[in-house]
């Protein structure tokens, strides 16, 4: 997880984030994620805003049926 915040410049949160995601992609433990991830040289960027004052990235607006057809709300 060093690696990931020296290297990498995440955060704690957000390299604890991406390995665990990873981890849990590859079926693996958190050191065979950041293994994988320190040979494969791939750069989280995915996972910049995480620990950060940063928005989040927008979600799709949910919809709900009105009597006159879907509409999106606010």
């Given at each position: 997880m060093t690696i990931l915040i020296?290297?990498?410049g995440l955060s704690h949160e957000a390299a604890l984030h991406y390995?665990?995601?990873t981890?849990?992609?590859m079926s693996a433990?958190?050191?065979?994620?950041?293994?994988?991830?320190?040979?494969?040289?791939?750069?989280?960027?995915r996972y910049d805003h995480i620990g950060t004052n940063a928005t989040a990235p927008a979600t799709k607006a949910r919809r709900r049926r009105t009597p006159?057809?879907?509409k999106n709300s606010a």
């Amino acid at each position: 997880m060093t690696i990931l915040i020296d290297e990498f410049g995440l955060s704690h949160e957000a390299a604890l984030h991406y390995l665990r995601i990873t981890a849990r992609s590859m079926s693996a433990t958190l050191e065979q994620a950041a293994l994988d991830i320190v040979l494969s040289h791939n750069a989280p960027h995915r996972y910049d805003h995480i620990g950060t004052n940063a928005t989040a990235p927008a979600t799709k607006a949910r919809r709900r049926r009105t009597p006159f057809g879907p509409k999106n709300s606010a």
